[in-house]
């Protein structure tokens, strides 16, 4: 009986949609806004309070209309990076991100799975019921707005500043990566000309420093100061971890690029079937005492080298000037193929997927956005059923391809959906043996 509810079903069927919204990056607008919205100017700290009020706000409101378990697990990699880059601890921050998504929930039919078996349970009692989308708002947001504010004032006080045990333990490689300032008619209003490294927000990115500067006319700045002006042309000599080197592409005045006359490449907007790859270069490759540009790196193995480590020393050099040696780590991007090709040659020792990093279908992320949006139209002006309405968006997202069958099978939490059944079964025997009812009167009279 439980898995038949009505509100179970439309449980698994929001986390499809959910997941749709993910797969195609449909909130990355949100985190650009967080990311400049949180931007340290002139190296002065972000405040707690703000930082929460520009996360909790939008995790409220997409929570409303999404499932919370998906929202959450969206937005989780996003605070602990703007963590890091204003330099306030994680564990300062995903408690109340929670918290902003259990209340966001609070504020439509929808938007927890709670809401929806607490009326299918009802349906069941009483034939005929129904309740409106945003109903249940009259009471959920008085109780969002007054919890926000409990946690922007207590949560600064009271909520330990712990690093993540990853964090302790790890010691993550250092790869070095050029990037070039673009110029002012390439960047338009993103231009990073005149503009000073602070104001460029390079000083703000979490484990990631310019080592140097080398200007178009020859000029090197060795450990340049955060007052550095930088100049369209300019080579910026970068050392970090991978986590680092893929945020700097969220930086829209600098090209990321293997060599002058080479393509732009986008960390942030890999395309088709490109894939992000650490390869470890091998002792015996023909590519040792080879300079990247000289082996023809990108057109041999169609792959682009945006970072190298080298264990123990830091090298400022142009990517593509690089003399490669046994035992380099090489951060490219690739066709997917590049990894069952080349993982037993003898030119790499080493072949991998760089980790949490997946290929974002980012042309479909208009048709998620619609699709969620006519679900919630179709539910509001009472069409269609919202389970029917969420079906109806799941088969649109897969029939246009923002995502396969087979990503929809995986995103549904079966954990979640067997605690939900299982409730219904001890609601049932709860009801039938009579302890609902006993335990009902003992509320009522302590209430009195």
Request: glycine share 8%; charged share 20%; hydrophobic share 50%.
């Amino acid at each position: 009986e439980g898995f038949a509810n009505i509100g179970m079903l439309t449980v698994a069927a929001l986390f499809a949609v959910a997941e749709g919204v993910r797969l195609t990056g449909a909130i990355e607008p949100l985190r650009h806004l967080l990311e400049r919205r949180l931007r340290s100017t002139e190296g002065r700290p972000v405040s707690i309070p703000k930082t929460l009020c520009w996360i909790m706000l939008p995790v409220a409101a997409l929570s409303a209309f999404l499932n919370n378990t998906p929202v959450v697990a969206m937005m989780i990699p996003l605070v602990q990076k703007l963590g890091q880059q204003v330099k306030i601890s994680p564990s300062k921050l995903l408690m109340p991100l929670s918290y902003a998504a259990i209340l966001g929930g609070t504020c439509t039919l929808i938007g927890t799975s709670t809401n929806l078996v607490v009326v299918g349970l009802v349906r069941q009692t009483i034939p005929g019921f129904s309740m409106g989308l945003f109903e249940i708002g009259k009471i959920g947001l008085p109780t969002l707005f007054a919890g926000m504010a409990y946690v922007w004032i207590f949560a600064g006080r009271f909520l330990p500043s712990r690093q993540t045990v990853n964090r302790v333990l790890a010691r993550p490689r250092e790869y070095i990566t050029c990037l070039f300032v673009k110029e002012a008619e390439q960047a338009g209003s993103n231009s990073l000309h005149n503009k000073s490294i602070v104001a460029a927000g390079l000083r703000s990115l979490p484990g990631l420093y310019i080592i140097q500067i080398e200007r178009a006319d020859g000029t090197v700045i060795t450990a340049p100061a955060p007052n550095t002006l930088l100049q369209e042309g300019d080579k910026l000599f970068f050392s970090g971890k991978v986590e680092s080197v893929l945020s700097l592409t969220s930086i829209r005045g600098l090209r990321l690029a293997e060599d002058d006359d080479e393509k732009e490449v986008d960390l942030n907007r890999l395309k088709g079937d490109d894939v992000l790859v650490e390869a470890v270069v091998a002792p015996h490759s023909a590519l040792v005492h080879r300079t990247i540009k000289a082996v023809k790196f990108r057109s041999r193995y169609n792959a682009a080298i945006i970072a190298v480590h080298r264990h123990g020393q830091r090298i400022n050099q142009k990517i593509g000037e690089i003399e490669l040696q046994a035992g380099d780590s090489l951060l490219l991007v690739s066709k997917r193929t590049f990894l069952t090709h080349h993982r037993d040659q003898e030119h790499f020792a080493l072949v991998s997927l760089v980790d949490g990093h997946e290929n974002i279908r980012w042309g479909k992320a208009p048709i998620a956005v619609l699709c969620t949006l006519l679900m919630v139209v179709l539910t509001v002006a009472e069409v269609i059923e919202l389970f029917t309405a969420a079906m109806f968006a799941i088969g649109i997202m897969v029939a246009l391809r923002c995502m396969s069958s087979k990503e929809v099978r995986e995103s549904i939490n079966l954990e979640v959906l067997l605690v939900i059944a299982a409730a219904f079964g001890i609601s049932n025997a709860l009801i039938n043996s009579g302890a609902a009812d006993l335990l009902a009167q003992a509320v009522i009279a302590i209430s009195k």
